[in-house]
T-cell receptor, first 109, second 113 residues
């Protein structure tokens, strides 16, 4: 069955340290994966999509089909990165987006 | 440009009551959807619409109705509220519905007592 797993509910790192938010997926079709972010008191918004292969706010994410993963990485965390991060999988079989449970990232000063 | 507007922000209902959560977007997006978010879980799709007059069920549609009479509006109706429907509800719209570029509303926190 299709599924998105974010194994860490909470991740706490110091400012300046590297960050990796894990996302694993299960899907038999061709995956389209996304990272969304929700900052405190703000709306959920798109951060990255794998097809763009872009870096946004210093974050990157590479789709690894062999390991069925789409981990979000940033080499040097900043305090403003503290937020909830959600990984999402678009299934073209039924045109629906499946979401992971989210990881709360806390950057300590 | 208001984006996606959801009302109300908070609501308390008694079991058995009905209500409508409003969602409106001004971006001329064809695709609109309703999600619920429960503690420790990802967003789960309730209903979605790919255009005016077209709606379909998502993962958790039971107890909810939707309609899409215009491109702008996509209300979600709770027919007979139950405590299991206590949740945070999000409306989202996008141009294509393919997962990227979703614009979200600010959410409605619903408590059913």
């Amino acid at each position: 069955a299709q599924r998105v797993t974010q194994p860490e509910k909470l991740l706490s790192v110091f400012k300046g340290a590297p960050v990796e938010l894990k996302c694993n997926y299960s899907y038999s079709g061709s995956p389209e994966l996304f990272w969304y972010v929700q900052y405190s008191r703000q709306r959920l918004q798109l951060l990255l999509r794998h097809i763009s292969r872009e870096s946004i706010k210093g974050f990157t994410a590479d789709l690894n089909k062999g390991e069925t993963s789409f981990h979000l990485k940033k080499p040097f965390a900043q305090e403003e990165d503290s937020a909830m991060y959600y990984c999402a999988l678009f299934m073209d079989s039924n045109y629906q987006l499946i979401w992971g449970a989210g990881t709360k990232l806390i950057i300590k000063p | 440009n208001a984006g996606v507007t959801q009302t109300p922000k908070f609501q308390v209902l008694k079991t058995g009551q009905s209500m409508t959560l409003q969602c409106a977007q001004d971006m001329n997006h064809e695709y609109m959807s309703w999600y619920r978010q429960d503690p420790g879980m990802g967003l789960r799709l309730i209903h979605y619409s790919v255009g005016a007059g077209i709606t379909d069920q998502g993962e958790v549609p039971n107890g909810y109705n939707v309609s899409r009479s215009t491109t702008e509006d996509f209300p979600l109706r709770l027919l007979s509220a139950a405590p299991s429907q206590t949740s945070v509800y999000f409306c989202a719209s996008s141009y294509s519905g393919r997962g990227g570029g979703y614009t979200f509303g600010s959410g409605t926190r619903l408590t059913v007592v």
